[in-house]
């Protein structure tokens, strides 16, 4: 399972666009990359997943390089609700396959 | 998406009791379930990978005695702390996927158990 590494944490405002990168050098061919978002006392929620290139969804983006060693969430137009932990985790297209949590990002909007 | 419930929510025990805690797939059958332990402001931990009639896989580390998983049908995990103590005070979570999904290894995860030992 590929090793992640994110930023401890980061501060943004409301109404801005934050981009939180991921970086997992020893990607395997057949690993996705995918978020997850954790807000206090409740289990992690999926955001978004992708393999190469950019994926965008309603509620964020994911931008992949060629190389596929690292990536970066975007999340647009943050509101206070977006205040949380965000994962980065980089595994085989499975739901099967167990996941091994990084450090994640710890994200603070204020007003 | 797929719905994941846990039951208790939250549970307040005694030293030496044993607790148990559930994990449903609310509307689609789960051969495996995962569970993982977190503590305040730490990240996910995985504990063991539950398969349904089969005996658990445990992480390095994880004492299978301490936490017993049973997984007797598609739709249900169990996880029992067995005599806990107040160093087994945390938020435990499950999480399942939908086999017959075709793309994507996206996980749904319940809303978590509080463990509290007195």
């Known amino acids: 399972l590929a090793k992640t590494t994110q930023p401890i944490s980061m501060d943004s405002y409301e109404g801005q666009e934050v981009n939180i990168t991921c970086s997992h050098n020893n990607i395997a061919t057949n690993d996705y990359i995918t978020w997850y978002q954790q807000f206090p006392s409740q289990g992690p929620r999926f955001i978004i997943q992708g393999y190469k290139t950019k994926v965008t969804n309603e509620v964020a983006s994911l931008f992949i390089p060629a190389d596929r060693k690292s990536s970066t969430l975007s999340l647009p137009r943050v509101s206070l609700s977006d205040t949380a932990v965000y994962y980065c985790l980089v595994g085989m297209n499975t739901g099967f396959q167990k996941l091994v949590f990084g450090t994640g990002t710890r994200l603070l909007v204020s007003p | 998406g797929a719905v994941v419930s846990q039951h208790p929510s939250r549970v307040i025990c005694k030293s030496g009791t044993s607790v148990k805690i559930e994990c449903r797939s609310l509307?689609?059958?789960?051969?495996?379930m995962f569970w993982y332990r977190q503590f305040p402001k730490k990240s996910l931990m995985l504990m063991a990978t539950?398969?349904?009639?089969?005996?658990?896989?445990?992480e390095q580390g994880v004492e299978k005695d301490k936490f017993l998983i049973n997984h007797a049908s598609l739709t249900l995990s169990t996880l029992t702390v067995t005599s806990a103590h107040p160093e087994d005070s945390s938020f435990y979570i499950c999480s399942a996927s939908e086999p017959l999904q075709r793309e994507g290894n996206e996980q749904f995860f319940g809303p978590g158990t509080r463990l509290t030992v007195l």
């Open positions: 509307d689609f059958q789960a051969t495996t």
């Open positions: 539950s398969n349904e009639g089969s005996k658990a896989t445990y």
